[in-house]
């Protein structure tokens, strides 16, 4: 069974730091290029960042660049989202995707919220 299992998240003041993280499993993790993408209220689903299958390539929206940190550690079939000062326009649910060729893996979502 393939599942994308995330975890962190929560509420933070502006200025703060979390990070998210995302256990795979159930597919070759290390053959797939691993996104975040958060959708906020009212909004649509917004890129956040990826990494290439090896690491080697990493890409970041630029409302978070400088700011969000991703990393994979393919031994583990983990994923992680650093984000530090964060903003409230950061506040969303965040996704971690798993995709190849046409293939895509969803985890559940998690809720960041950023507020005094």
């Known amino acids: 069974e393939v599942q994308l299992v995330q975890s962190g998240g929560g509420l933070v003041q502006p200025g703060g730091s979390l990070r998210l993280s995302c256990a795979a499993s159930?597919?070759?993790?290390?053959?797939?290029?691993m996104s975040w993408v958060r959708q906020a209220p009212g909004k649509e689903r917004e890129g956040v960042s990826c990494i290439s299958s090896n690491g080697g390539s990493i890409k970041y929206a630029d409302s978070v660049k400088g700011r969000f940190t991703i990393s994979r550690d393919n031994a583990k079939k983990m994923v992680y989202l650093q984000m530090n000062s964060l903003k409230p326009e950061d506040t969303a649910v965040y996704y971690c995707?798993?995709?190849?060729?046409?293939?895509?893996?969803w985890g559940q979502g998690t809720q960041v919220t950023v507020s005094s």
């Open positions: 159930g597919f070759p993790f290390s053959s797939y290029t």
């Open positions: 995707n798993a995709r190849l060729n046409w293939v895509n893996y």
